[in-house]
């Protein structure tokens, strides 16, 4: 495996990674009216544009970061809506 593939995976898994303690709190606590709805659809967003051009050029480390931290601020959002 090359350097920069080894050092995307490492990029792609710290910033999954960061979602998780978030993830357990929220469903955790059930406690979201600190959390802004609109970043967290924003956020989705913007993954879901990374996962897109990930896609395209077929970047492995990319779409499966993107793929799992859509699913992990999907998991937010839908908490937000559930726990307002």
């Known amino acids: 495996m090359e350097p920069v593939t080894i050092?995307?995976?490492f990029a792609a898994t710290l910033g999954t990674i960061c979602w998780m303690p978030q993830v357990f709190k929220t469903w955790v606590s059930r406690e979201t009216k600190d959390?802004?709805?609109?970043?967290?659809l924003l956020?989705?967003?913007n993954l879901s544009l990374w996962l897109i051009y990930g896609i395209l050029l077929g970047a492995w480390?990319?779409?499966?970061?993107?793929?799992i931290s859509i699913l992990l601020?999907?998991?937010i959002v839908t908490a937000k809506l559930i726990y307002k």
């Open 35 to 40: 959390l802004s709805l609109w970043a967290n």
């Open 7 to 9: 050092i995307g995976y």
């Open 61 to 67: 480390p990319i779409i499966v970061a993107n793929l």
């Open 73 to 75: 601020v999907a998991s």
């Open 43 to 45: 956020m989705l967003a």
